[in-house]
């Protein structure tokens, strides 16, 4: 779990991190096109410029930098044998919780309002779905959630099957990107 955590939390930190120098390239320069705008409908700008990627009066890539610091501290700290209270685990998880309530957010903010996808957006989703999905069943199974042996059970069904859970994820994610971008899907198929 510790690897696992660090690979996703660095990944989410790089794309986070990503944002942020496009987001400050953006305002020094608001007509430039960004490596990452590769057409209407795959675009860091369109995104940026609105106002869903500045939800609490600052860009939300500053989140991800500060928050994708956190699973690379606790996997770091995993490695070297931590040892930690169940409150810390139930902390962790809700955090990461939060993290994945807020890209399910922007993604239906800017499939659905926006118009547009950003790359660099879409790592950040694909490193905090599965973070959240395995750590999740890894922390139930191991009792690190306070609901009991029955939680233990659950999470020690679900833990094996995980991955099915995040590939579902990504997969409804991919159907409506399809299904709102006709033009994607007339580029795929």
Not at 112 to 132: E, N, S
Request: proline fraction near 6%.
């Amino acid at each position: 779990m510790a690897v696992f955590l660090l690979v996703t939390g660095l990944g989410g930190l790089f794309g986070a991190f990503k944002l942020v120098v496009d987001e400050y390239q953006l305002l020094e320069h608001p007509k430039q096109n960004l490596g990452c705008d590769v057409n209407p409908f795959i675009s860091c700008s369109n995104v940026m410029n609105s106002p869903q990627a500045h939800l609490l009066g600052f860009p939300n890539p500053i989140l991800g930098v500060m928050g994708f610091v956190a699973p690379v501290a606790v996997a770091i700290m995993m490695l070297a044998g931590l040892v930690a209270a169940r409150w810390f685990w139930t902390a962790f998880n809700a955090g990461v919780f939060v993290a994945w309530v807020f890209v399910t957010w922007l993604f239906t903010q800017t499939v659905w309002f926006i118009g547009a996808l950003c790359p660099w957006c879409m790592l950040v989703w694909a490193m905090t779905i599965p973070m959240f999905w395995i750590f999740t069943s890894w922390n139930l199974a191991r009792g690190g959630l306070p609901l009991g042996e029955r939680g233990r059970r659950v999470g020690a069904a679900v833990l094996p099957y995980a991955w099915l859970i995040v590939l579902t994820n990504y997969a409804v994610i991919a159907v409506v990107i399809l299904v709102k971008f006709p033009t994607v899907r007339t580029l795929l198929f």
